[in-house]
């Protein structure tokens, strides 16, 4: 509910122990070049299944480059260069027998301005499915499209004019039809780059609230700007600070207890 | 004289400009403390000074002609004009013109050259007369304005007024003389239409527009119908879209979506070059390049191919129109936010799919508009026709046959032998009106669907 995740709640407790979760995405000295300049060195990470993991850290640390590695988006930027290795499932996904295109129907993104496609309600949903052949009756797509919006809590919102524009929706509104788009081609990860930062308190608290249903199913990778959202929707949070990992953690542990003098100074606010 | 008459009111303009700036400058150098800067009171001055002076000189030039006529002509001994017409008279007067000029033939009477000798003093005086009153009057105007260079006078607002007013006087003018043209257009469209019916010329099936001007003249009956003219402008232009559309579309999605930046700095440039090409030299390639090799081909094919075809002046044409669609489509398609395009990648679609399922739709409005406004180029362009398409208006839509179009008519009805009361002469202004209509209501259908889809991102 809202009123769980408002901003005066205490940051939780609930991450799930270790032991019990699997790595989904794990990465090894990953180091990323725009032309001659670098924005990420030698981070190596592993997230896990079905948790959300946060990266946070001030303006320009990289935490965005590094998020768009993982399902290779860096590639459609043409100076972008990527160096060390990423395995999803085990596997490399800079493999050169790794279709990037496929690699991102399994690692959905969702952006950090909504974006929906000038068209309906209706095609933005099901254009992730025609593209990927997921169905080819219109009972089919009619179902994706219901179950996603669904999943995505706007159907109530949206049943009755799925013919009209995305583009006529609030903004908080077109975020949960971007996430419902995401969601219609069935990822196993979603990667979130500030997916709240052009939203208000309430859309944001819809949205926060979404996040913590679909961690049940998918493996969440949200960056963020702020602090307190990463406190309350996720389990882990890593700290990047000018291109490097500073520290990894249980949200509790990092908030509470950093290891590191320069995660203490950003969330305590000192700099940021 | 003109000249004389400008130069000084221009260099005493100058003066007054600098005359002014000296003024303000030792104010402030004096320690008061000015409204305007030095350069804004010294421009005042010097448009206070030019711009009356220089409407002034115009007027003087306009109408200095007509009064020494009229005091020549009234100035000659009674009775000499007396059960004259008008165009005696006007004879009379170029006589006397050319006599003041040097010309003269045989005996002129002595009235004659009386009345010459007075034109020719008329006209010294009235000229050292204009310089005499530009140069005093900018140098009053100069005076006036130097009286009122102070610390609170304002001269900046008086200059921006002044200046934002010459704005407006030229956008005015630009806007009167399309009206001048449009109404001339008209007028003469109206006297053709005294002559042949409307229903004639918009549902004739001929155009046979070459009738006898004069008496002695042998010609053909004549027909204006221009149904069979408008047939081969829409067959040429249909010919040059059918080209020019998808090559301009496919070039633009190449070098806005998948070249790779090095591509797409030489063949970018390349592209605007074929936009530069004057047209005269399309037409060039359209007869000697394009319309043989149609012919050549057309032969081994055992297809008659006409020398002026539809095929050759529409294709052409098409390769003309290839950069202005593909600069718009890439405009239309880099107004498309990289967001959508990020989007549709993150949903696993490829870069075609991208292309062709979000930034197409995205930016259909904009290339049909770019498409509208190629359609009306295509229709009034003129060169490449005249050169390359056929003169016999013929009614046909084979390609491979020669016919003509609305502009190869205007030209041809308008060089050679013209008379202004004639429906062939006037046939011309008739066909520049009906294409003026079309190219002006396609370009407001474009302007709107460009504006419409400009509201979607903004």
Known sequence: MVTDSS?????RETARPVHQERTKISTHEVDVFYGAAQAIRKVSIDLYEKAVTAFIGPSGCGKSTFLRCLNRMNDTIDVARVEGTILLDGQDIYDPKVDPVQLRARVGMVFQK???????IYDNIAYGPRIHGLATRKSDFDDIVEWSLRKAAIWDEV???????????????????????????????????????????????????????????????????????????????????????????TTAKLFMNPREEQTEAYISGRFG | MALTAFTVLFAVSIAGYLWNRRAASVLREGGARLHSLSGFHGLYSFLTAAIPAVVVVLFWLILQGPIIDWLVMSGLPAGTLDGLSKGARQLTLAEIKSIAGGRIFGTPEPWKLEAAERLNSLRQVGSVLMVIVAAALSGLLVLLARQKVSDIFRARHKVERTLSGLMIFC???????????????????????????????????????????????????????????????????????????????????????????????????????????????YGFFAILVVAPALRSFGASLGIPVSPNTAMAAGGVMGIMLIPFISSFAEDALSAVPQSLREGSLGLGSTRAEMVTKVLFPAAIPGIVGGILLAVSRAIGET????????????????????????????????????????????????????????????????????????EIYD
């Open chain 2, 171 to 281: 956008a005015t003018v630009a806007i009167f003389v399309t009206f001048g043209i449009v109404a001339s257009l008209l007028f003469e469209t109206v006297r053709f239409f005294e002559r042949v019916p409307v229903g004639e010329f918009l549902f004739g099936l001929n155009w046979e527009p070459q009738i006898p001007l004069r008496e002695d003249q042998v010609a053909a009956e004549g027909a204006f119908g221009w149904i069979p003219v408008i047939l081969g402008t829409i067959v040429i232009t249909i010919l040059a879209l059918l080209l020019s559309i998808p090559v301009g579309l496919m070039s633009a999605i190449y070098l806005n979506e998948f070249a790779p930046k090095r591509v797409r700095a030489v063949a970018k440039p390349i592209l605007e070059i074929l936009a530069g090409v004057p047209t005269v030299v």
């Open chain 1, 7 to 11: 901003s005066t709640q205490p940051i």
């Open chain 1, 114 to 120: 909504p974006n929906p496609f000038p068209k309906s």
């Open chain 2, 383 to 454: 060169m490449i026709v005249v050169m390359a398409a056929g003169l016999i208006a013929k009614l046909t839509v084979n390609p491979l046959e020669s016919v003509t179009t609305v502009t190869v008519q205007i030209v041809t009805l308008l060089i050679g032998d013209t008379s202004f009361d004639n429906p062939k002469t006037l046939a011309a202004f008739a066909l520049g009106m009906m294409l003026f209509l079309v190219t002006l209501v396609i370009n407001i259908f474009a302007i709107r669907i460009v504006r419409k889809y400009r």
């Open chain 1, 159 to 249: 049943k009755d004019r799925l013919d009209q524009p995305g583009t006529g929706l609030s903004g908080g509104q077109q975020q949960r039809l971007c996430i419902a788009r995401a969601l219609a081609v069935q990822p196993e990860v979603l990667l979130m780059d500030e997916p709240c930062s052009a939203l208000d308190p309430i859309a944001t608290a819809k949205v926060e609230e979404l996040i913590a249903e679909m961690k049940m199913e998918y493996t969440i990778v949200i960056v963020t700007h702020n602090m307190q959202q990463a406190g309350r929707v996720a389990d882990r949070t890593a700290f990047f600070y000018l291109g490097d990992l500073i520290e990894y953690e």
